[in-house]
């Protein structure tokens, strides 16, 4: 695949047949399908029996990638992810195991339940797609993609991710209660004996390959161009998170290349090869949610982040 035409072609296929097995929950695997398509990683965050597992498995399947999960325990250690080196008393050297981590794509399922030393292993992967076992670096996948679920912190028996994790994720999706209609279509599906966690699972077929999914996202970073208007406007919209009184952590540089990337990869999904202010508007939110926190006095009031970030939107100027 060469052209964003192209891509919007395989990509919305590829929608069609998730929709197959998740039913409802469209602005979920919208954004989704962004953090796939810009290289980057999906915290998922939402209350227990909501479909993030099965969508995990569904988009395995869908690019018939390698597919690993790890459910994440208070006694998880960092050895449990990464893997460790083996003692061989044949060859009388080191074995190098490896860890679940080293898949195409990864289901870090509650993440918020194991302690932050744990976390923080997946930190090197998740950034720079490599780990460090021993002093020896070995390579991970090159399309690796970490789609990590959380219960929200309120839950008991969860740790909060530390800022510079939350910082390597490139969107916090938070996923609701599915609508009346699409529950009711899920039960009835059930009751007429269509399992979706294991018929229509089983059923899917790849639409693309891990080597399809490389060559796409050059296409998108060759094919997609951002107007300086628009690359301002990223940058505006960063930098207000600064100058809020309300905010007491701001969102970095890495904000502003996580929605310009974003941004790129929901032009291509919708057919453009170019960047629309709405694109930004659209992923502002999940993009800087997780990397922004408010300050004691503004939680002593009850102000709420969404109703912040929605004020800093709307006070900057928007590019023509």
């Known amino acids: 695949m060469k052209s964003v035409s192209e891509v919007s072609a395989k990509f919305s296929e590829l929608r069609a047949r998730l929709d197959g097995v998740i039913i409802g929950q469209p ?8 953090c796939l398509l810009a290289g980057g990683h999906a915290l998922l965050e939402g209350v227990p029996g909501t479909a993030k597992t099965l969508l995990a498995l569904a988009l395995a399947k869908l690019i018939g990638g390698r597919f690993r999960r790890i459910q994440f325990t208070p006694d998880l250690m960092p050895v449990d992810l990464l893997g460790t080196n083996v003692f ?6 080191f074995d190098f195991h490896p860890g679940p981590i080293f898949t195409d794509i990864l289901l870090a399922d509650e993440v918020n339940r194991t302690p932050p030393r744990t976390q923080s292993a997946l930190l090197e992967a998740m950034q720079e797609k490599a780990a460090t076992i021993d002093g020896a670096r070995h390579e991970i996948s090159p399309v690796f993609f970490v789609l990590a679920t959380q219960n929200p912190i309120e839950f008991e028996g969860t740790y909060p991710l530390p800022e510079a994790q939350r910082d390597r994720f490139l969107l916090k999706i938070r996923i609701d209660y599915p609508q009346q209609e699409d529950e009711e ?3 009835d599906a059930y009751a007429s004996g269509n399992r ?18 490389s060559a796409v996202r050059r296409a998108i970073s060759a094919g ?5 208007g628009i690359q301002k406007y990223i940058v505006n919209i ?22 310009l990337e974003g941004a790129r990869a929901q032009a291509a999904l919708h057919g453009r090869d170019f960047i629309s202010p709405d694109d930004v508007k659209q992923l502002a939110a999940p993009v800087l949610a997780h990397r922004v926190s408010l300050s004691p006095e503004a939680e002593m009031q009850g102000l709420m982040l969404e109703d912040i970030l929605k004020r800093i939107f709307e006070r900057v100027e928007v590019p023509r």
């Open 27 to 34: 602005a979920v695997k919208d954004q989704v399908l962004v």
């Open 88 to 93: 061989n008393p044949k060859s009388q050297a």
């Open 185 to 187: 279509r899920v039960l």
């Open 196 to 213: 979706l966690h294991e018929d229509a699972l089983r059923a899917l077929q790849p639409v693309i390959t891990p080597e399809d999914l």
């Open 224 to 228: 997609v161009r951002v107007e300086k």
């Open 238 to 259: 960063v930098r207000a998170t600064r100058a809020e009184e309300s905010i007491q952590i701001a969102a970095g540089p890495r904000a502003s290349l996580a929605l």
